[in-house]
């Protein structure tokens, strides 16, 4: 790819964050307490699936709602990241201490061998990809030895069939199992969700309507999907689109 190529692909990989992150700081900032509330209940489940050791570190934490749920289960020694300082001041105000600014650079300013799990939900994917496979080393380098890595991101779809505009980033899952593994990483857990991208693109679409308009519709509209996705997936017999859910530990 050419010089001017590369800076345009940058450019519209930039905007299309720059949008993102305006839309992701607003939601933050307009997310109720019941809301809220489901996320830390819906992440305790998690914690007591995947067992994480501390210290924990949540990259793209948002406003804290994953590493508020290991508070609340007991766990002290928690790390919020993210690029957006209005998330990491709501997480302060949410009573976590140890916040971390991330500038985008790819680097975290961690010490390495420091991190017993480090976990991301739904980061990857926005994110361009230069940036997310040295993150993926920066990984590596920050988790203790045995150290964990739980990581969910949406995967095998095109920007074709893109559902969101933020979504910037598209890892094949066989290339992506590969490239952790060749870090060092030992996949101990892998499994897959039903992901129809055009689809989501349509429901979405429906979704920013209705949404905004009649909020009871917009819950059936969903609730319609996720029925349609189990009789996909028990016809294709596997997951014809999917998100990939990961558990890797540090060789």
Do not use: W
Not at 12 to 40: L, P
Not at 68 to 89: C, F, H, P, T, W
Not at 131 to 136: A, I, K, M, N, R
């Amino acid at each position: 790819m050419e010089y001017n190529e590369l800076q345009e692909s940058y450019q519209k990989s930039k905007k299309k964050m720059d949008e993102g992150a305006f839309v992701y700081d607003n939601d933050y900032h307009e997310r109720s307490t019941s809301e809220q509330e489901k996320r830390i209940e819906s992440f305790i489940s998690t914690y007591k699936k995947y067992d994480p050791v501390e210290p924990i570190l949540d990259f793209g934490a948002g406003g804290g709602s994953f590493l508020l749920a290991g508070k609340r289960l007991g766990y002290q020694r928690l790390v919020a990241v993210d690029i957006s300082k209005e998330a990491l001041d709501i997480c302060k105000r949410n009573g976590l201490k140890e916040t971390i600014y991330y500038d985008g650079s790819g680097k975290l300013s961690i010490a390495s061998n420091s991190i017993g799990t480090l976990h991301s939900n739904q980061v990857i994917e926005h994110i361009p990809r230069e940036e997310s496979d040295q993150l993926l080393i920066e990984f590596y380098r920050v988790l203790k030895p045995n150290g964990k890595l739980i990581l969910f991101f949406p995967a095998d779809y095109s920007e074709k069939y893109n559902p969101d505009p933020t979504h910037i980033n598209f890892y094949k899952i066989d290339d992506f199992l590969a490239q952790i593994r060749g870090l060092g990483f030992e996949v101990v857990k892998q499994y897959s969700l039903l992901f129809v991208p055009l689809l989501d693109k349509r429901v979405m679409e429906i979704n920013l309507f209705f949404g905004q308009h009649f909020p009871v519709a917009n819950k059936l509209i969903y609730g319609l999907k996720k029925y349609l996705y189990v009789v996909l997936k028990r016809l294709f017999k596997r997951t014809p689109g999917t998100s990939i859910n990961l558990i890797a530990v540090k060789q």
